[in-house]
């Protein structure tokens, strides 16, 4: 054999070994070497995800909330038609377009009806009610930040009844703020009965609010919105689930309920001349001014009532038979408010009429929170809104009548700027007008006026009226989570418990520095740096105040401090 015929037989063989299945065996055993590492390192990952995922009891939460958001939604469901009931007495209907009633009803007992009711209501806030006052969305974000999201169930049901008494017998006030802390008081009993972690508990009572701005509104984005935004203040995926599937839920059932139309129904509308856009800034800043007037009212209102001792019951019969005096002149100011707020937004008003609609609505309003006869901003908020921008619409269709849109689109927009700059939240606020009445197609607009009225408010003011009321409580949580941090974690979180073999230590005088189990972090720190040690005997309370129980130490209580941040830092962002 020549080695031509040699190299020849080799080529065959080579190319023999190519096309055999020999080669492919080879191949994939080759691969499979290759690729295991990497598939091992990829279901091991897969794996410690899952666990990280069902350590944080998301499955839990998830069916928790598939539970949740249509018992919710039933509850918000049965408080309107509580309304209706203590409605009917006196109105004589059950209906929420309660303005044709108001106008048939004696003049007198428009004044008596709330003056009573607001004289009950007092009473019942003073001798059953913890802090002698309906509760309302600020409490939900204050037992979000400082108790672990623990209401107590007693004082949630009676707050919701007395707010549908109040509302039902004509307080200015909105029935949202109710209907969410309901929600919350729901979503606290069930917690209580769940071993969830201090995340989920935090999620579950953020999903529970969800559901509830979704049944009241029909409105489920908005209601993810505005749980993320009022109450969690913040955005992690980890808690997306839960409240869009307990806010998805109620929205069925509120839609099953009332229907899938927007809450008010508008004349069609469309932005007629990119030119308008300097006077949708310009409602921006108008809705501003009313905003921080409305919430200044409401400041000084509370100021002088607050001046002068009177028994509680007194004090919400004044504010009842402010609103009275008020409706018999303008039966529009009664109740919720939507009625009214819908003719605004179909052009009924004239611009005199509107206006002093403007002035009747924030006196009301003002009355009636300041006096505890009721409490929910968020209606007269949209009310004022949709007042405000009809008048401005009026006066800039005006102007120029054949490049201007309708007063409606005003109106709309109107609600959106006064209601985002009161309670500062301009994202969910944006979607609740968006949902309320189907009106997407003026988006851009709409943004521009809230995020202009929004921000001169909070230029103003510091604040949206949530904070405020918390702040009136000496709880600054809008300044930050570490705020709430400070205020949520106890002595007991930290301290080192005295053994029981040890001797009985006592202080050695009523004079000495000492920590009690109950007191906050804040306080810890602040005695730490006034006595100028790194550690303090901690007493107990339930004693003589007087023996020793424990000690803290000052790194340990900066350690807590530095974990619950981590914790927070953590939960804000996964």
């Known amino acids: 054999m020549t080695g031509k015929d040699v190299i020849q037989a080799v080529k065959d063989r080579l190319v023999a070994a190519l096309t055999t299945p020999y080669l492919f065996r080879n191949l994939r055993f080759w691969l499979r070497r290759q690729a295991a590492p990497k598939s091992r390192q990829l279901k091991d990952e897969f794996a410690t995800n899952i666990q990280l995922f069902a350590s944080e009891q998301q499955f839990t939460l998830w069916l928790v909330a598939l539970a949740l958001g249509p018992a919710i939604a039933y509850a918000a469901i049965g408080f309107r038609l509580l309304i209706g009931v203590f409605q009917t007495p006196w109105l004589f209907t059950a209906d929420e377009r309660i303005i044709a009633a108001a106008h048939a009803t004696p003049w007198w007992l428009l004044i008596l009806a709330p003056t009573c009711a607001g004289i009950v209501v007092g009473w019942a806030l003073d001798a059953y009610v913890p802090g002698k006052r309906a509760h309302s969305v600020a409490d939900v974000i204050e037992a979000k930040a400082l108790s672990d999201c623990h209401i107590d169930p007693k004082t949630g049901l009676l707050s919701a009844l007395l707010s549908a008494f109040a509302l039902g017998f004509g307080a200015s006030a909105g029935r949202e703020g109710p209907v969410v802390h309901l929600a919350a008081t729901l979503t606290s009993w ?143 100011i009664l109740g919720v408010g939507y009625e009214a707020t819908d003719q605004a937004l179909s052009q009924h008003y004239s611009l005199s009429l509107l206006l002093m609609l403007i002035v009747a609505k924030t006196a009301a309003s003002s009355f009636t929170l300041a006096s505890r006869f009721a409490t929910g901003i968020f209606s007269p908020s949209l009310y004022l809104g949709a007042m405000t921008g009809a008048a401005f619409g009026l006066i800039a269709t005006a102007q120029v009548p054949d490049a201007s849109s309708s007063t409606s689109l005003y109106a709309i927009l109107g609600m959106g700027g006064v209601a985002a700059a009161v309670l500062s939240a301009p994202i969910s606020t944006t979607m609740i007008v968006f949902e309320l009445t189907g009106g997407f197609n003026m988006a851009i607009a709409l943004l521009i006026t809230i995020s202009i009225a929004t921000g001169l408010s909070h230029a103003f003011l510091g604040q949206g009226f949530f904070h405020w009321q918390l702040k009136k409580r000496g709880l600054f949580l809008h300044e930050g989570a570490h705020r709430a941090i400070l205020r949520r974690t106890r002595v007991s979180d930290f301290m080192t418990l005295q053994g029981e073999d040890d001797d009985v230590e006592q202080l050695n005088s009523p004079q000495d520095p000492f920590l009690k189990p109950d007191d906050n972090l804040e306080h810890a720190l602040r005695a730490f740096a006034r006595v100028g040690g790194a550690v303090l005997p901690v007493v107990d309370p339930e004693k003589d105040g007087q023996r020793i129980i424990g000690k803290a130490q000052r790194m340990a209580a900066l350690h807590a401090y530095n974990h619950a941040l981590v914790e927070a830092h953590v939960e804000e962002h996964r």
């Open 190 to 332: 069930l917690r209580d009965k769940l071993n969830l972690s201090r995340n989920a508990q935090r999620t579950l009572l953020a999903a529970g609010v969800a559901a509830a701005i979704s049944a009241s509104f029909n409105a489920p984005i908005a209601g993810v919105l505005f749980a993320h935004e009022v109450i969690l203040q913040h955005y992690a995926l980890r808690a997306f689930v839960p409240i869009v599937i307990a806010s998805a839920a109620a929205g069925v059932i509120a839609r099953l309920h009332f229907g899938n139309e927007a809450a008010f129904i508008i004349p069609n509308f469309e932005i007629v001349s990119n030119w308008e856009f300097p006077a949708f800034m310009i409602l921006g800043v108008v809705c501003a001014l009313v905003a921080i007037l409305f919430q200044l009212s409401i400041r000084a209102t509370e100021r002088v009532m607050w001046k002068i001792e009177m028994p509680l019951w007194l004090r919400a019969g004044i504010g009842g038979l402010a609103v009275g005096l008020i409706a018999v002149s303008f039966p529009q």
